[in-house]
């Protein structure tokens, strides 16, 4: 509701916008979309002009209507719906609230060339290299050979070649530009607790993915070893109530732990002082994940008959 010069309009917004715009009680500037028919008039605010052009673009597909338009936006943010649909991964997209595979599809075909008009990516650059056979072309093949997508990959090496300067090597680009792949990969994760209640998304690459042979680590897990996997806090997004159980170590560090109060299953923890990271039980991710560690710690503590092998992995102890 906002209040103007005494005047109250009901304004539907997405929930970025709803963030965007603060506390109850202050002042706002927003950009409006009036939706007008038969029976109804609605007014739609959005905190940026950009916002609201993706907003029309959305609607202009089939089947997309105001709300689906808005739960796409409160969903992604725009840099993300560029990415999504420049790289034809509908299933970002499907990530909204009722939007399905189909209509995503739909959205990610008929939208695929219209996107790069729009404002989004800009800011960051507009991240794509050109096709043009050379050394940045060869990096953007190099890098879809190694899985990563089209759009993915361009964008990574666009960010790669502008930090390295206009005569970077090759092998320099691919370098680069595999470290920030991993970081803008639109890859999903998705885990929970075992009834569901809770559920996790996590968004691209992992900081880590450790196994733990301590003490504490074989008493939460319930098991010989735990394994996890760290994400930044802000590539993790959480559904459902989680409890917490804050526990402070022999070293003094403390750490809050969260679980699933319907089902027990621990589903995250955060350790201080790197409260900036998740750690989720690998676990609890569904299946096709492709975690593999690339720590094992307290290895003193490593029960006799357990061995954690791959050529990747670092020990200690
Ligand atoms: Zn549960
Ligand atoms: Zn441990």
Partial sequence: MIDVG????????????????????????????????????????????????????????????????????????????????????????????????????????????????????????????STTPGPLADAVTALTGLGFKPGEASSAVAAASEELGADASLDALVRVALKKAAKMTNRIRHAACRCGQIRIACTGEPIRISVCHCGECKARSGSAFAAQVRFPEEQVSTEGEAKMWQYTGDSGNIADFFFCGTCGSGVWYRARPYHDAYAVPLGNFEPGHGFVPDYSVYEDRMEPWVSITGDAIEHYD
């Fill in 6 to 129: 005494g005047v109250g309009y009901l304004v539907e917004a997405s929930a970025r916008t709803l963030e965007a715009l603060g506390a109850t009680g202050g002042e706002v500037t927003i950009h409006t979309e009036m939706l007008v028919g038969e029976d109804f008039l609605r007014l739609l605010g959005f905190a940026k002009a950009e916002e609201r052009d993706w907003f029309r673009l959305l609607t202009s597909v089939q089947g997309v209507g105001a709300k689906v338009a808005l739960a796409i936006l409160s969903a992604l943010e725009i840099t993300d719906l560029q990415r999504a649909l420049a790289s034809g991964d509908s299933a970002m997209i499907a990530r909204a609230n009722g939007v399905g595979p189909k209509l995503a599809q739909r959205i990610t075909h008929e939208l695929k060339d219209k996107a790069g008009a729009l404002g989004g990516i800009a800011g960051g650059g507009a991240a794509y290299v």
